[in-house]
Structure formats: C-alpha cells, structure tokens
C-alpha cells in the first residue's frame, strides 16, 4: 500500500447534469460501484448551463482537473443544450491547448442515467490520469491557495 | 482622397442629409490620430483628416452615435464594414440613422513602427505605389510599404466593403491572406513552448483594458470585468493566473463575433499580439464547423449559438495540435 501522505489527491471537479449524468452517478452509488472521493460533483440543470468561465474558475479555486458530463448528443432533456455545450467546449479546450495548458486536465464526457457504470469507470481513468499530471500549475492562482 | 471625403462630408452636411460626420483627426502629432464627431464644416476643413495613420475602426463609436437625434455619416474602411455588419446583425446599431460612406484602404501604418525604422519628425504621410512617403523635420523618407504595416494589414482579409451607402474609390476583392499562418505556428510548438511563448505575451499585460474597450465585438453595457466582487477587476492584486485568465475570457467572448479586425493588436501598449487568440478561436470554428467570416453578412446564425448533429466531439482536441 502506497504511503498515505506522498500519494497526490488531485482535486477534481465534476459537472453533471440533473437529467443523466447526476442520475447516472446515483445509480453508480446505488450500486455500490465504487471512484474515487476525490471528484466533487456539481449539479447543472444542464450541461449547457455551464459557462466556460466555471471551469476557468473551478481551476483558479485549486482544481486540478475538471469534467463535464451531460446526456448523450440527442437525448438532452432540453432537446438541443449539449449540442451548445459541446461545441463550447471544444473551443474551450482548444484555447487551453494552445495557451500550453495540459488538455488532460479538462474532458466531456456523456453519461446516461443507466450508466452507472461508465460514471464510475469514467471518474476511475480521470482521476488516473490527472494523478499522473501532477498539480496544476499552469492555472493556479496563488491568491486562492491558503 | 481626404479632399473628395471632406467635399462630401460637407455637400451632405449642408444638404441637411447627415447631421454630424464621423471621421478621423490629428492628434498633437501627425501620427497620433483619434476618431472625432464633426458637426460644422468649419471643424472639416480645419481638422479632419485620412491618411495612412488613420487606423481606428470607426464602427464601435455608432452603438452611441445612432441612438442620437439625426443621421451621422460615417467612414468605414473594407474592415471595419465587417464590424459594423456585426453590430448591426447583433441589434447594436440602428442601421437608419447612419450613412456609411466606404472608403479604400492600402493598410494602415503608426508612428511607433515608422521611428522603429529610424524615422523622425514626422510631419505627414503619403504613398505612392508599394512605398510610403513621409514627410519629416528633416526632409522625404521613402519606406517600403510591406515593411512598416502591422500584421493585420499584411495579411488582410479583405479590401472589399461588405455594406454601405456610398463608395468612394474602388471596391476591391476578398483576399486569400496568410492569416492563419502564426496560428498554425504555435500550434505546431510543443505544450511547454507554447505555455512560454504565452507567459513571456500575457505577463507584460498591464490590464489596462484597451483591447476590450477598443474592440467593436465588446460591446455590453456592463462588462464582466467590471465587476469588484470577482476579484479580477484591476490590475493590482493581479498573478500570472489572471493573466490567462483576462485574455482567454475576453477571446471566448467574441468567439464566433470576432471579425479579426484586429483593432485588440494596435492599441494594445505592450504590442501584445492578442489578435492570435481570436484568430485561433477563428481558426477552429472554420475547421470545425466550416468557413465562417463573422460580419460577412447579417442573416448567418454565429456557430456559438448555432448546431449540428454531427459536430465533432471535444475530445478532438486530445488528437491534433501539439506534440503531447
């Protein structure tokens, strides 16, 4: 067992919507499926309702990745908010890319309300591959860090 | 051209037909222009002017100017059409009280460029085929014209006026620019290239708002930035995260509005090359979502608030770009 205090917690912020993807983590607690307690789940009423500026926000409060679930393309609660979303966000992260910041740390992601278990795998290889990143340097605010 | 605008200024001002003109004049130097709202023709003939220094895009200054009792004629360059067919795509302008006079444009140059090429003095500018021809203290000085433009005149997009009343001159064609060209530069850096190149930009930035006040995209009333409670309002409490953080929010938030006329660029004091964040968002939208020239017209929904089924899914961004 690795020690306790040299293994890195990365912070991880999790957007989901109210319709699947919060669903879909309910079914994976329902489930006893289990990932890991490092994501925080934020509740959207819809993928869509996130403005880029949450997940430029969510990285100045010290997260150390964020993710974005919503329903499946077409099954949107609201018929057309994860079309918006997920155009934004492309551009979002290709801006993050090209300002040099390590596109690992943001991902979309669409889970269903029954797929409890592609939540949990989801958050499983998230939170591996943010862990093997390391912190986030390149978008912290020092200001935040008390 | 400064005297057949000045002469149609004034026939429409004393026809009544406009009832003030809103155009160009000098500044304390020869090259230190500022956009002006002249209302007799006494403050014509004294002090409007067009030459090669007069740069500002005049079409953020008609949000407030059209809202005014009576008509204002305006001179819009082929850019600056672009941003005035956005604005008034986006409600922002009151398309029948302004009378929008196109006049050519060989690009722009500034005083700044000019002295870093050892020109002093200035007293005024003209051209003559590929050269400019400054008038100084200390006599002529010829410079060639391809060597003192900025980027964005280098690489223009277009000399043609998408919208207007009234030509002066001729209209020129579309252009096939290298615009795109430093883009794909930077995207071919690797992450920790890129992040320095951006670093060593972003961190001379001192906050001083010119890109967004400048910017004819940015035009709500109350700005995000604006606001003392996000922290983010001024400079003095600033890091290096604000400094990401400033310029990728302002680039999101014309993002698909962004007419690349690259007004962000020449006010900027620090000469930071802010026009590539939204040439990039420019960039991917064409890439993405097809070819889209915000401006161009004013019926075409702008990709951010538009759709399709078969976009492609974020998780491109994981396959291209960089060498990760």
Redesign the interface.
């Known amino acids: 067992m690795q020690d306790v205090k040299t293994t890195f917690k990365p912070k991880i912020v999790a957007f989901c919507c109210n319709w699947c993807s919060y669903a879909g983590a309910d079914l994976a607690g329902t489930n006893r499926l289990s990932y890991p307690a490092d994501v925080k789940i934020i509740r959207v009423p819809c993928s869509c309702r996130v403005n880029?500026?949450f997940i430029?926000r969510a990285f100045?409060r010290g997260a150390d990745g964020v993710i974005l679930c919503g329903c499946h393309?077409?099954d949107c609660h609201y018929t057309?908010g994860n079309?918006?979303a997920?155009?934004?966000?492309?551009?979002?992260?290709?801006?993050?890319?090209?300002?040099?910041?390590?596109?690992?740390r943001t991902?979309?992601e669409w889970v269903s309300a029954a797929e409890g278990a592609k939540f949990a795998e989801t958050m499983n290889s998230f939170v591996e591959t943010v862990r093997s990143l390391g912190e986030n340097k390149?978008?912290?605010?020092?200001?935040c860090k008390k | 051209m400064q005297k057949i605008m000045i002469a149609k200024a004034k026939e429409l001002l004393q026809s009544g037909a406009v009832d003030r003109v809103l155009g160009w004049k000098t500044g304390e130097f020869a090259y230190d222009i500022t956009p002006a709202v002249f209302e007799t023709i006494e403050e014509l003939e004294q002090s409007f002017v067009y030459d090669d220094f007069c740069g500002a895009n005049l079409s953020k200054y008609l949000i407030k100017a059209s809202r005014l009792d009576g008509k204002t004629l305006v001179f819009l360059k082929p850019c600056d059409t672009y941003s005035f067919n956005q604005l008034i795509k986006e409600h922002r302008i009151l398309r029948d009280n302004v009378y929008v006079v196109g006049v050519p444009c060989e690009g722009k140059t500034d005083g700044e460029t000019l002295k870093q090429h050892g020109i002093k003095g200035i007293l005024g500018i003209g051209s003559q085929g590929d050269d400019f021809i400054i008038d100084t203290l200390y006599g002529e000085k010829t410079v060639k014209r391809a060597d003192v433009l900025p980027e964005r005149c280098q690489n223009c997009k277009s000399k043609q006026h998408v919208v207007y009343d009234e030509l002066l001159g001729e209209d020129g064609q579309v252009l096939d620019s290298h615009r795109f060209d430093m883009v794909e530069k930077?995207?071919a850096m690797t992450?920790?290239?890129?992040?320095?190149?951006?670093?060593g930009e972003l961190s001379r930035c001192i906050r001083c708002n010119a890109c967004r006040n400048v910017c004819p995209a940015c035009s709500c009333e109350k700005c995000?930035f604006d606001n003392d409670a996000s922290?983010i309002a001024q400079k003095a409490?600033a890091?290096s995260?604000?400094e990401?953080?400033f310029h990728?929010?302002r680039?999101?938030h014309v993002?698909g509005r962004c007419t690349d006329c690259g007004e962000c660029s020449r006010v900027c004091p620090q000469n930071i090359p802010l026009h590539l964040?939204n040439r990039?968002?420019i960039k991917?939208?064409n890439e993405?979502?097809g070819d889209f020239q915000a401006g161009a017209d004013t019926e075409s929904r702008a990709?951010?608030?538009?759709?399709?089924?078969s976009?492609?899914?974020?998780?491109?961004?994981?396959h291209k770009?960089?060498n990760?």
């Open positions: 880029p500026m430029l100045q393309p077409g057309s079309y918006y997920r155009r934004r966000m492309t551009l979002l992260f290709s801006m993050l890319d090209y300002l040099g910041i390590e596109k690992e991902r979309v390149r978008l912290e605010d020092l200001r | 930077i995207e992450p920790d290239e890129r992040f320095d190149f951006w670093r995000v922290g409490a890091d995260f604000e990401n953080m990728i929010i680039a999101f993002a964040l990039k968002f991917d939208i993405l979502y990709p951010l608030t538009n759709y399709q089924e976009d492609v899914e974020p998780s491109i961004v994981y770009g960089g990760r």
